[in-house]
């Protein structure tokens, strides 16, 4: 017959050999956890070695840890899944001609020679500042994203095939988005600076959306590159405003481009 286990046995969770059959996580934290370094220390054990911190650290990943990696990992599934246009023999390849052209839409060439032109032709001091603090913001976006890419080193997707028009050294990395980023930058910038009839204000908020899709669609991003990117633009637009170049705080810049 089992002798009777003693009622501080089960408060502790452990049977009756002493081996602990439930591991609570709150009183792993509070007192170390039954086998670890400490505990074998005050238990007079001499024969086991201590365990090197990194091995703890491996065997007790901290929740946060542990959320991270399931996001990543979901991440990386549903990323794969939905990249149904990263080749022409993907479920939806014919419709990667389509996506290369949403990709250039949101491009850094076409946006800053576009800006540039605009702002060698404008004929108005108004639309010189506005031209001018688009060229500013869409230069620190440039810069930002290849920090944070040369940073962070999170490679593309393995089914991206890299045939991008036009790229720097970082753009092998994939975190963030730099069109997302892009996108969600010009879209706050135009709807605040420009006066657009309110259809124009919903296409401009559509190509957002239809640039972000298109990145995971084309196989260039995982999901996380995108929704990081949106939200690192729709920031970089605050410190564009919070920055804001005009003729008063910078006369020389804006003596240049003067007629
Ligand atoms: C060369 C210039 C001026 C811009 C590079 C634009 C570019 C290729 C960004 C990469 O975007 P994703 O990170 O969304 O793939």
Redesign the pocket.
């Known amino acids: 017959m089992p002798s009777p286990r003693s009622s501080r046995e089960r408060r502790a969770g452990s049977s009756s050999s002493g081996r602990p059959e439930f591991l609570s996580l709150v009183s792993q934290r509070s007192t170390g956890s039954p086998d670890s370094p400490s505990r074998r220390k005050e238990s007079g054990s001499s024969a086991a070695a201590p365990m090197p911190e990194e091995d703890c650290m491996k065997l007790n990943p901290s929740f946060v840890a542990i959320a991270l990696s399931s996001l990543l990992a979901i991440d990386l599934w549903a990323s794969k899944r939905l990249g149904v246009c990263a080749g022409e023999g993907s479920a939806w390849g014919s419709a990667r001609p389509l996506m290369k052209v949403i990709e250039i839409s949101g491009?850094?060439?076409p946006w800053?020679l576009g800006t540039f032109y605009g702002l060698c032709q404008s004929d108005s001091s108004a639309a010189r500042e506005v031209l001018l603090n688009l060229l500013f913001a869409l230069l620190l976006d440039?810069m930002m994203?290849a920090v944070v890419k040369g940073i962070v080193k999170r490679p593309r997707p393995t089914h991206n095939k890299m045939d991008?028009?036009?790229?720097?050294s970082v753009?092998k990395y994939?975190f963030?988005?730099?069109?997302?980023t892009r996108a969600a930058l010009v879209c706050r910038f135009v709807l605040r600076h420009l006066v657009l009839a309110v259809p124009l204000r919903v296409l401009m908020v559509l190509w957002v959306l239809i640039v972000s899709i298109s990145?995971v669609m084309l196989g260039?991003?995982n999901m996380t590159d995108v929704l990081f990117?949106l939200l690192l633009g729709y920031v970089l637009y605050s410190v564009v405003e919070y920055c804001w170049l005009s003729p008063l705080s910078v006369p020389a810049l804006f003596a240049l481009w003067s007629h």
């Open positions: 491009h850094g060439i800053l440039l994203v991008m028009f036009v790229t720097i753009d994939s963030p988005s730099g069109h997302a990145r260039r991003h990117g």
